[in-house]
């Protein structure tokens, strides 16, 4: 079947390091994204890893994949006011569709 | 700003009414997509055109259609409205085909059934 699952609700102290993570249980993922959403705004694609790799980093964000456990975590180092929002992590069915099937989203709240 | 534009950006109307929601895909993507994000739901892939064909459908309602033109603009229409259709209609885009791993959305279109 295809679900994703993620943790609701993340509070982090700003400059500590966030880590929201996600399970995906269909094993045909090609690619698996991580989308952050601000209040009242659209989806902001942060970054996406192909599921052959292991890790992927882009400036603060490392995105870590275990596709045995297919467990998919984003990490924000030095994590900022600015970054309070919800962040969706998504899996990418089949290689020629562009379905994706996303979490339900992590609201992470960053205290100053 | 991911160079997908949707419009309207909110959108109020009656129960039985029906509503066109536009999409204008980034520059040189093929690929357009629908999703509806609601409270209770989450996000829910609805449909996928690529090139003006229909590639992928997921949980849309018999009461919705899309359609892409030559342009490659898109449009959703939502028929018979109910007040369970409130909520949040994106529009997304990509270059499509097996190379379309970057998809990106637009702001969104509020949709509210009163």
């Known amino acids: 079947g295809e679900d994703v699952e993620q943790s609701l609700f993340l509070s982090v102290r700003e400059g500590d390091s966030s880590v929201i993570n996600c399970t995906y249980t269909d094993s045909s993922s090609t690619y698996l994204y991580w989308y952050k959403q601000e209040p009242g705004a659209g989806l902001q694609l942060l970054t996406y890893?192909?599921?052959?790799?292991d890790m992927k980093q882009d400036q603060r964000l490392t995105v870590l994949l275990n596709k045995k456990d297919k467990h998919l975590s984003l990490r924000i180092a030095d994590t900022q006011t600015g970054d309070s929002a919800i962040y969706f992590c998504?899996?990418?069915?089949?290689?020629?569709?562009?379905?994706?099937?996303f979490g339900q989203g992590t609201t992470l709240q960053v205290k100053p | 700003d991911s160079g997908v534009t949707q419009t309207p950006k909110h959108l109020i109307t009656a129960t039985g009414q029906r509503v066109t929601l536009r999409c204008s895909p980034r520059s040189g993507d093929l690929s357009v997509y629908w999703y509806q994000q609601s409270l209770d739901q989450g996000l829910q892939f609805l449909i996928q055109y690529y090139n003006g064909e229909e590639r992928a459908k997921g949980n849309i309602l018999e009461r919705f259609s899309a359609q892409q033109f030559p342009d490659l603009h898109s449009e959703l229409n939502l028929s018979s409205l109910e007040l369970g259709d409130s909520a949040l209609y994106f529009c997304?885009?990509?270059?499509?085909?097996?190379?379309?791993?970057?998809?990106?959305f637009g702001e969104g279109s509020w949709l509210t059934v009163v």
């Open positions: 997304a885009s990509s270059l499509g085909g097996s190379s379309g791993n970057t998809i990106y």
């Open positions: 890893i192909f599921s052959n790799m």
């Open positions: 998504a899996e990418k069915i089949g290689s020629n569709t562009g379905k994706l099937i």
